[in-house]
């Protein structure tokens, strides 16, 4: 279970002014197992913003945020790389890797990471290239010459080759056509069978209710 | 103390004169941990990695390493030809410039085999085909294993030098500016070189740079340097993306997007 309690975020900038940006106040709500939870809301209102806090990637200002037993203010920075190795995912819309690597081995890494055997990740990662229709001959060449929706799949790929019982997705059907958009969807609608927590940004409309089981909306709170 | 940890340096100062080299800081690593330590030119990086490896003497402060055999040795106390010893084996350090890291009037297999004649091989056959094989591990044409590195390119050269310090199996790696003279094409082929090794290996690792994206894609954790003092530190893409100290957050903000 995720567990967002009383979490404000503010951004205190010192060289622009001491400006400081309040995102957002006493943000309180909580995600099952088995539960899609989509963060709505106009652009500004915070939505990335939730998902980084959640995944550690910003400091939160006051408030909580619980992983099961885990509580991310209090958590050292080891302690929540172990997490994120083991059971926290975050699928972005940017691909950030190491140039020249190959695709197939930007896929198979979060299996390595928790000691799978290459074997068995590289097999993995097969199916769910297939699966995304990532055509063959490009396994071998690096992500990062892709077109945005071939990038946007390896993104996928990596998030979804391990079944993370917690997953935080930031917009994973943006750039993709529809055929793509819903094979994505289905790989969503079965981690959700499979029990995983889930909290996504879905600009689209059809994607989000196909998916969400409750929507939160940040303008709202 | 914890009794997993590989190497942990506490309270660290250094004067040059009246001056502040570093000063206060205090880092601990486990294994197969990559620590990246950034900072503008002149603000103690350089002098904080000489100091924790042991090449300039401290100030004030402790640095202990838990060695192969689990004792945990102090750098402060131990004798100079033990340090010297333990410099080779268990620790590894790689020059920003090939040229400081390098014997650039030997060979190629030799550059590798001097390693590990220093810590006792001995049998010429197996040595060679050691190098020939760290040579291939990464990149380099065996063919050239006789050439001295005075004819390779600097991207070779500092491949080369990643083989020579990695050929001993270091537990940690203390790398100045590795990727800091080469073009962006090199400094990829060494990155990725530099992440397989250390996940393959389990070899932790200590990286001094100014290059954000750098640190980006290798560091598990970073601090961050101003001035000789340690003002910023956590998680890598926490301190990036979301910096707290006035000083990071113009250094985060000054470099172009990556």
């Not at chain 1, 990662?125 to 229709?133: G, M, V």
């Not at chain 1, 994505?184 to 029990?195: F, R, S, T, Y």
């Not at chain 2, 390098?102 to 001995?122: C, F, P, T, V, W």
């Not at chain 2, 340097?225 to 985060?252: F, R």
Request: aromatic content about 6%.
């Amino acid at each position: 279970m995720i567990q967002i309690k009383n979490l404000n975020k503010s951004f205190q900038l010192y060289n622009q002014n001491d400006t400081n940006i309040n995102v957002f106040k006493n943000i309180n709500f909580r995600v099952n197992k088995g539960e899609v939870v989509a963060l709505t809301g106009n652009s500004g209102t915070g939505k990335s913003t939730l998902l980084k806090l959640i995944y550690g990637s910003y400091v939160i200002s006051k408030g909580d945020v619980l992983i099961s037993d885990i509580n991310i203010r209090k958590s050292s920075p080891r302690d929540i790389l172990t997490l994120r190795k083991n059971k926290l995912g975050y699928v972005s819309q940017f691909l950030r890797v190491v140039p020249r690597v190959p695709t197939i081995d930007v896929v198979i890494e979060p299996l390595l990471e928790i000691g799978c055997e290459k074997k068995i990740a590289l097999k993995k990662a097969q199916e769910i290239l297939e699966r995304l229709n990532i055509p063959k001959n490009l396994w071998n060449l690096s992500p990062l010459t892709f077109s945005g929706g071939e990038q946007q799949r390896v993104n996928i790929a990596r998030g979804f080759i391990h079944n993370y019982p917690y997953l935080l997705l930031d917009e994973p059907t943006a750039s993709l056509d529809q055929n793509n958009k819903n094979v994505v969807l289905d790989l969503i609608e079965k981690a959700k069978l499979n029990g995983s927590a889930i909290i996504g940004i879905f600009h689209d409309e059809t994607a989000r209710n196909k998916v969400a089981t409750r929507e939160v909306n940040l303008e709202n709170l | 103390m914890k009794q997993n940890f590989l190497f942990q340096a506490s309270n660290i100062s250094k004067y040059y004169g009246q001056n502040i080299g570093c000063k206060n800081v205090s880092l601990d690593i486990n294994p197969g941990e990559v620590l990246g330590i950034v900072g503008e030119s002149g603000s103690g990086k350089s002098t904080l990695l000489n100091c924790i490896y042991g090449n300039l003497e401290v100030d004030e402060g402790d640095i202990f390493l838990n060695d192969k055999s689990k004792t945990i040795l102090n750098f402060t106390k131990i004798s100079e030809p033990k340090l010297r010893l333990i410099q080779r084996s268990d620790l590894a350090f790689v020059h920003q410039n090939p040229r400081d890291g390098l014997r650039m009037n030997i060979s190629a297999g030799g550059n590798i085999g001097e390693r590990l004649m220093a810590i006792g091989h001995r049998n010429y056959g197996e040595i060679r085909e050691i190098a020939a094989n760290w040579l291939e591990k990464v990149e380099i044409d065996v063919s050239r294993i006789d050439d001295k590195p005075s004819t390779f390119s600097g991207g070779m050269q500092q491949r080369l030098q990643i083989a020579r310090n990695l050929v001993t199996r270091p537990r940690l790696i203390f790398m100045d500016e590795p990727t800091g003279g080469l073009d962006v094409s090199v400094q990829a082929k060494i990155l990725d070189l530099l992440r397989n090794l250390v996940r393959e290996l389990g070899i932790a690792a200590v990286i001094v740079t100014h290059d954000l994206a750098v640190v980006r894609l290798l560091a598990d954790r970073i601090i961050v340097m101003q001035n000789g003092n340690v003002i910023e530190a956590g998680l890598c893409d926490q301190v990036l993306d979301d910096p707290q100290h006035k000083y990071s957050q113009l250094l985060v903000s000054s470099v172009l997007q990556v």
